[in-house]
Structures are given as structure tokens and as C-alpha cells.
């Protein structure tokens, strides 16, 4: 039986590429988008649809920095790695997503 492939609960995508930037170092936006399926045992789907506009994003907000290079595959692409905002920024997120998981669990537990 093969697993359906999701996209990425809605919130989540920045504490994703954050936390993969901060465990892998630099990486290009394709890298990024792979590792993050990797991880997820290919549970989630991540189209460039979605992965770019968050880099651009992130890149504006100042959580990670950009610069050309060429790929493993000799193509000029933007690597992107964590600044030291955006390793503050993690902590936030992983804070916040904590937050939402514990309040989603004294729902599911609550009795009627």
C-alpha cells in the first residue's frame, strides 16, 4: 500500500525550513523541499509553488540569507542559510507549534 502523499499542515512550512537549515547547514531551495519530504518518510509533498514564496519570506524577514551558487549539478542556484534572527525565529516557532499541539490534545482528550 503506498502513502498519500500531503501537503504541509498550514503554519508549519517556515519552523520546517528553519529547522532544516539549522540540521543541514546551507542548502539550495530544491535540497531544502527534498530533505523535508526525506524526513517526513515521503509523507509530505512540497511543491516550488509553496517552498520559494517562503524562502522569499523568510529572506525578508532576515531568518535566513541568500546567495548565488552553482548545484551539485553545475546550475547557478541560491543557497540559503540560517541567520542568527532566524535561529531565534526557530526557537519562536518550535515554541508556538508546542503551544498548538498541546492545546489540540486537551481537546482531544476533553470529555463531553
Known amino acids: 500500500m503506498s502513502k498519500a502523499k500531503n501537503e504541509v499542515p498550514y503554519g508549519t512550512l517556515d519552523l ?3 529547522k532544516t537549515l539549522e540540521t543541514r547547514g546551507t542548502l539550495h531551495g530544491y535540497a531544502i523541499a527534498r530533505r523535508i519530504e526525506q524526513v517526513s518518510e515521503d509523507a509530505l509533498q512540497l511543491s ?8 522569499v ?5 532576515g531568518w535566513i540569507a541568500a546567495e548565488w551558487g ?4 553545475n546550475r547557478k542556484v541560491r543557497f ?8 531565534k525565529q526557530l526557537l519562536v516557532e518550535v515554541a508556538n507549534w ?7 490534545g486537551r481537546f482531544l ?3 463531553a
Open 16 to 18: 520546517l525550513i528553519l
Open 48 to 55: 516550488q509553488g509553496s517552498v520559494y514564496p517562503a524562502l
Open 57 to 61: 519570506r523568510l529572506e525578508q524577514e
Open 70 to 73: 552553482v548545484s551539485e549539478t
Open 80 to 87: 540559503y542559510s540560517l541567520t542568527r534572527s532566524g535561529r
Open 98 to 104: 508546542e503551544q498548538a499541539m498541546a492545546l489540540v
Open 109 to 111: 482528550g476533553a470529555s
